[in-house]
């Protein structure tokens, strides 16, 4: 995997740490997006119609051109948003139109439970990149793994903080799918992290993508901060608030 270099400023140092990981932005606002588009560790975009609805996105198609059009040349996830498998193929082919660095994400499921993976499938034989997503189990991963076999470029998208809100390890997933992950095009991807250190997981394990949300992405300066500077800067910043709060504590209070 191609090496990316994060660049660190705190208290004055410089710390420099090397990532084999991609890192995607997981977001909905376009304002993001183009900030963020040219900051050296962003490798491509996902979203999803949850993101898009607190957004406040009102027509996707609009929305997804717009969003394609800023990313570009950089990989951008674009999810089908029917239940119903014959118009999921539609919109998969219409979505695959919109630009050559569009990615097609396909749920592993409708919501009836029935297995998206036929049509995975069907749209790797048209040549049309799969992401799929909201996988959580290892015959999910397994099974998705089969069906982009040929696949000229696709994603298993592992939801790893939902794994460990289930208070299950997320990290023996992720594992589980690199370990049987043999083709190059086929990348394993760590879903929905809830906190920085997810990232450092995801990098040990060999694992080729993580997203990252806007807020996220603004914890990497925390990367390598010195423990007792944090800590002192934590005390500060409570002090500082039960200042600004006026808060008094005292027998004559």
Known sequence: MEKHTLKVYHSGMQNIKSFAIKMYVDAANLSSVDELKS????????????????????NYLNFAREIVR??????????????DFTEMESQAVLLN??????????????????SSLPLVVTLTKKGIPV??????????????????????????SIFAGRIADSGQDPCEYIEHAIKRTTSNNIQVLWASPREIFNLIQAENLGCHIITMTPDLWKKLSIIGTDLDEYSRATVQMFYNDAQKAGYQLSLES
Request: net charge negative; no cysteine.
């Open 131 to 156: 992401n799929v997503t909201a996988i959580m189990t290892k015959h999910q991963i397994e099974s998705s793994i089969e069906a982009l076999e040929g696949t000229p470029f696709g994603i298993i």
């Open 97 to 114: 139109q919109l630009g050559k660095n569009v990615i097609v994400k396909i749920p592993i499921t409708n919501t009836k439970g029935e």
């Open 70 to 83: 800023l990313a570009h040349p950089l990989p951008v996830s674009l999810e089908v948003i029917s239940d």
């Open 39 to 58: 900051e050296a560790l962003v490798s491509g975009f996902t979203t999803n119609p949850t993101l898009m609805r607190q957004a406040g996105v009102e």
